[in-house]
């Protein structure tokens, strides 16, 4: 097993490699990058420009330059090159892309994520900042997420085709139908003072007077501002999992190994939960490490901006918007980083739940 795990940790290299070429590619041929974002500032600060542009005119080389800045840079006509120039550089667009992409990944071999364009901050320091955010989301709802639908999929499996069975099921597929954001939306109208109660807050993780509480009231602060927002994402996230978990087991059910258990005597609770369980929660295993990076970085985005949590989705979500390439690529690079390190994690539970499975002796 040992030697399986250096391998992973040893794949994940080219692994990171491969989607920071393919992202970086992308990048390079979007419209609108932080030199045209500043250009489109610039050319609306009239003075300031009109005294880098004033004297531009006189020769025909700083009109061929002029002309030649005007041709890469949508809106650039009339700036002054050496404006354009200066840029370039504070962007570090002034290398080809390829010498950025270089130094790119010898900056990030040494854990330097570079600075952002816009928020004068390290993107370490701001990811570092965002992250508890985003992380007690992510943690509360797959929390809420697999205390209900794991003891929800064994029911059914147990149960079906009962009423139980149908009705949940129509419960589920109604949860599964609405959009996480929307969901969100109505639990504002409802409880948070759109139109109907005032019982939770609208807005933020604590309270504004958060420092100046005691431990005891702290929590309930934390758990009175994050009960709507774990409320709204987790909605929709117990519904494919109680569904598996449900037809996990129902595969399970008809083993012979099932019917020799019954057949020894064995009480129905032992036999699901001391046999059929184990194997069956090997597919639950398999889907956590999806479902934990779908929550912690996809499925909290919206909902980060509905509640305003200023949070690792809201931060994304922003940097892509400014095209704020430093914190973008810094921030997939992590994200993918665990992802990969959750997926080896997802392995190794593997091998604990069913000693069996051998993931070194597979690949031979």
Same mark, same amino acid.
């Given at each position: 097993?040992?030697?399986?795990?250096?391998?992973?940790?040893?794949?994940?290299?080219?692994?990171?490699?491969?989607?920071?070429? $393919?992202?970086?590619? %992308?990048?390079?041929? +979007?419209?609108?990058?932080?030199?045209?974002? #500043? @250009? =489109?500032?610039? &050319?609306?600060?009239?003075?300031? $420009?009109?005294?880098? %542009?004033?004297?531009? +005119?006189?020769?025909?080389?700083?009109?061929? #330059? @002029? =002309?030649?800045? &005007?041709?890469?840079?949508?809106?650039?006509?009339?700036?002054?090159?050496?404006?354009?120039?200066?840029?370039?550089?504070?962007?570090?667009?002034?290398?080809?892309?390829?010498?950025?992409?270089?130094?790119?990944?010898?900056?990030?071999?040494?854990?330097?994520?570079?600075?952002?364009?816009?928020?004068?901050?390290?993107?370490?320091?701001?990811?570092?900042?965002?992250?508890?955010?985003?992380?007690?989301?992510?943690?509360?709802?797959?929390?809420?997420?697999?205390?209900?639908?794991?003891?929800?999929?064994?029911?059914?499996?147990?149960?079906?085709?009962?009423?139980?069975?149908?009705?949940?099921?129509?419960?589920?597929?109604?949860?599964?139908?609405?959009?996480?954001?929307?969901?969100?939306?109505?639990?504002?109208?409802?409880?948070?003072?759109?139109?109907?109660?005032?019982?939770?807050?609208?807005?933020?993780?604590?309270?504004?007077?958060?420092?100046?509480?005691?431990?005891?009231?702290?929590?309930?602060?934390?758990?009175?501002?994050?009960?709507?927002?774990?409320?709204?994402?987790?909605?929709?996230?117990?519904?494919?999992?109680?569904?598996?978990?449900?037809?996990?087991?129902?595969?399970?059910?008809?083993?012979?190994?099932?019917?020799?258990?019954?057949?020894?005597?064995?009480?129905?609770?032992?036999?699901?939960?001391?046999?059929?369980?184990?194997?069956?929660?090997?597919?639950?295993?398999?889907?956590?490490?999806?479902?934990?990076?779908?929550?912690?970085?996809?499925?909290?985005?919206?909902?980060?901006?509905?509640?305003?949590?200023?949070?690792?989705?809201?931060?994304?979500?922003?940097?892509?918007?400014?095209?704020?390439?430093?914190?973008?690529?810094?921030?997939?690079?992590?994200?993918?980083?665990?992802?990969?390190?959750?997926?080896?994690?997802?392995?190794?539970?593997?091998?604990?739940?069913?000693?069996?499975?051998?993931?070194?002796?597979?690949?031979?």
């Amino acid at each position: 097993m040992t030697a399986y795990i250096a391998r992973r940790l040893l794949l994940m290299i080219p692994t990171l490699l491969g989607v920071m070429i $393919v992202n970086f590619a %992308i990048v390079q041929f +979007a419209p609108g990058g932080p030199v045209e974002r #500043a @250009i =489109a500032q610039a &050319s609306g600060l009239g003075s300031d $420009v009109t005294a880098r %542009i004033s004297g531009t +005119a006189g020769s025909s080389g700083q009109t061929a #330059a @002029i =002309a030649e800045s &005007s041709s890469r840079y949508q809106g650039a006509q009339g700036l002054d090159p050496a404006f354009i120039a200066e840029l370039e550089k504070q962007f570090g667009f002034d290398k080809p892309a390829h010498v950025r992409f270089a130094n790119m990944l010898a900056d990030y071999a040494r854990l330097d994520f570079g600075e952002s364009f816009y928020r004068d901050a390290r993107v370490i320091d701001l990811i570092k900042q965002k992250l508890p955010v985003s992380l007690s989301l992510g943690v509360w709802t797959l929390l809420i997420v697999y205390l209900i639908a794991i003891p929800l999929g064994i029911r059914k499996a147990v149960h079906d085709g009962s009423r139980f069975d149908v009705w949940t099921s129509a419960a589920i597929v109604v949860a599964y139908a609405v959009p996480g954001f929307l969901f969100a939306v109505l639990l504002i109208v409802f409880f948070a003072g759109g139109s109907y109660w005032q019982i939770f807050p609208l807005r933020g993780l604590v309270s504004d007077n958060w420092e100046t509480l005691g431990w005891g009231a702290r929590i309930l602060d934390y758990l009175w501002h994050i009960t709507l927002p774990v409320i709204a994402m987790a909605i929709s996230g117990f519904a494919s999992l109680t569904m598996l978990t449900k037809n996990a087991f129902l595969d399970e059910v008809g083993k012979l190994y099932v019917m020799t258990a019954r057949a020894k005597g064995l009480s129905e609770r032992q036999v699901l939960y001391g046999h059929v369980f184990r194997n069956a929660i090997m597919v639950i295993v398999a889907g956590f490490p999806a479902a934990f990076v779908t929550i912690l970085f996809a499925g909290s985005l919206l909902i980060e901006v509905i509640f305003s949590l200023d949070g690792l989705g809201l931060l994304g979500f922003e940097s892509i918007l400014n095209r704020d390439y430093p914190v973008v690529f810094g921030s997939l690079f992590i994200f993918t980083l665990l992802g990969l390190m959750l997926n080896l994690v997802s392995d190794i539970a593997y091998t604990a739940i069913d000693p069996r499975i051998d993931f070194a002796t597979r690949e031979h």
